[in-house]
């Protein structure tokens, strides 16, 4: 099973290894009544039963994070229908954020799931073509190395004119299990000028950097801190990639201990041995700079919710910008912090979820459309729209010729054979009956 728990007469401890299946252990110390504190689980746990201690996850990026943000991307776009992509060959979390984004959106969205190997594809162009059928967002799950070689394939279809979204994940970056996003490979120029254009329709989900300079110089410190003791005490070269999981054991002390004197304090040391209670002091509560990094929120499912982004590639060197912002801080929904409506590819943001004549151009509307130009309709319809256009103009013509010369006494313009135009007062017109008229409508109606 690959943990280790050891009991004392006043604590018991579980030490687990990441990338596990929390249930096991989470139903353990359940039964036990202790709490159980991960920095790896990043997915909920399958032990429902209750009472149960709720397992603290302060993993820096977890699942129900990454799969929020995405929801809620597209519920605030109205993008229903989602073209899901899945590498079996990636890590096994893309997987499980596939089917925790289908369970949280059921009823609100429909998923249109496909399962590849992307290692061992020629090119994309089968799933982007499935793709263009079916749908107009993409999320695209797997190694972010692959994610160029499927924008420079939609580019060469035609598929990156600003009609669609691709959405991929990055909250694992510069890591040799998730690999490393780039749109630019040295010596691949003709290449790189093609990736350019085609992530200008790419969004990437990844977390958000803290601007705080005190919190910034002090992982700095701690950095350099536990890279010196790993090589002095373990001969051990500490590479970027673990330094995340380090720094939220770090921040996991601090937390717990904040806990366990609040609760000595105010409740005395019987409620130290209570788990489930312990746990509990967790929940929806934002833990303000613990080890002097930056703050945490923990929700109700004992999560640590950390602050993440979605940015876009932006301008002629595709610049990573960021564009929303999800954060306890702003609540549930995202925070819009640059509007890309007019640097979006044809300037098309937020594309549509389906196009006005669907996704193949066929529906039944448009079709009959089509039927109707092709028979002679658009014909008809110009005449019929020209003759009105001529009997409106000539309305307005008369109206507004009445209308000027109103103010000069009535008259008529009489226009004879000879080109003449002779102007007569209305009241030098004279008709049997010794009735004057104004106009010589008004005289002829009278006849």
Known sequence: MGFLCRFAASFAVCVLTGSMDPTPIHQLTSHWNIICLSTMRASPSAF????????????????????????????????????????RRSVPAYITIAEELERVNTGKARFLKRYIQAKELASFDEFLREFKRESRVMIFLGRENFIRRLMVD?????????????????????????????????????????????????LLVHPYETTDIPAALKKSELVNSFRLQA??????????????????????????????????????????????WLSERFLKRAFIAPGGLTDIYVDENGFRQ????????????????????????YGPNLWEVRNISATWPGAMWPPVNEPLCGYTGMKEVCRESAGFLRNGGLIGLLTTISIAAVLAMIAWTVRSYLSVNKSRGPYLLLRVRTSMNWR??????????????????????QR
């Open 306 to 329: 950390a602050p993440l982004a979605i940015s876009y590639f932006e301008g002629k060197n595709s610049t990573r910008e960021v564009v929303f912002i999800r954060s306890h801080e």
């Open 231 to 276: 090589k002095q005490r373990y001969n051990v070269n500490m590479a970027d990639q673990v330094l995340p999981e380090i720094l939220s054991s770090y921040v996991n002390i601090f937390m717990f201990a904040q806990i366990l004197n609040e609760t000595l304090v105010t409740f005395g040391e019987a409620r130290l041995h209570d788990g489930q």
């Open 48 to 87: 429902k039963l209750r009472p149960a201690t709720t397992m603290i996850a302060s993993t820096f990026v977890s699942i129900p994070s990454i799969v929020g943000i995405i929801s809620n991307l597209l519920w605030s776009h109205r993008w229903i229908t989602v073209f899901l992509v899945v590498d």
């Open 424 to 445: 007569l007062d209305g009241q030098e017109l004279a008709f049997p009956g010794k009735q004057s008229f104004t106009t010589f409508s008004t005289a002829m109606s």
């Open 154 to 202: 939609a580019a060469a279809l035609n598929m990156t004119n600003g009609e669609f979204v691709y959405l991929c994940d990055g909250s694992f970056p510069n890591s040799r299990t998730y690999g490393d996003l780039q749109w630019q490979i040295p010596g691949e120029d003709a290449v790189n000028q093609m990736a350019r254009e085609a992530f200008r329709s790419l």
